[in-house]
């Protein structure tokens, strides 16, 4: 009897854009395509973990929009950083109680960015909460996480799209960037010009990475999107959705992935 295939998903991050990741996830099980592994940096990495515990992608943005996560998010008198995340910690362990890569049931690598050595790391065991936070701290609005005895900061700085754990693992990739940065020309202050600087060199690890994907699902429009947007969640969620619908469209090959994936 053969195998089932191993299908890895590799999530990027890119604030509440991420959002779009939870329609990706429900195209592809409406499809019958379930991954057997989710790697995830930033806003992949909390999509991929609540995915992970077994939340169907409506009930994760459910309860991103009714928590609206953000506001749990205390000031931090620091110079490392603006914000803490400590709170978000109290609210992550409400929908992840465990708080255990091994009670996932459906395994997962997060990656975060060492800031001292300037290395990714990927957290697959252990304690989950932590990486997630790590992984989502955005370098200078953030105080840098601390896991054991190393700080981290957000894993989209190195790598916005860790495929890199489903290799060797997995015998499909494929790869979901919510960071779609679209042509513009209209630079009116800095925080525009910086913000779109730092999207670009996020994008560019992303690109750089495609070719390790065999499949690459990237929702256009989602520039138009603040990061911190929650009133635009349900046209996040629609939008990952349509463009999955689109991608399998186009690749009759993915739908042949749903008789050799592993089921949930």
Known sequence: MNSKLKIGLALSG????????????????ESGIYPSKVSGTSAGAIAGAMYCHGYSPEEVLKIIVETNYFRFMRPAISLRGILKMDSLWDLFKIYLPHNDFSKL???????????RKGKVVYFDEGELIKPI????CIPGMFVPVQVKDRFFVDGGVLNNLPVEPLEGVCEVVIGVNCNHLPEDSNFNNMKSLIERSVIMSMNYNVYS???????FIESPGLGKYGVFDIKKAPQLFQAGYEQTLKVMEENPSM????????LP
């Open 255 to 262: 739908m042949e992935l749903m008789q050799k994936s592993t």
């Open 133 to 136: 936070l790590a992984s989502s």
């Open 209 to 215: 990475r495609m070719s390790k994907c065999d499949y």
């Open 14 to 29: 890119g604030g509440i854009r991420g959002i779009s990741h939870l329609g990706v996830l429900k195209a592809l099980n």
């Open 105 to 115: 049931k459906t395994p997962l690598a997060v990656a975060a960015t060492d800031i």
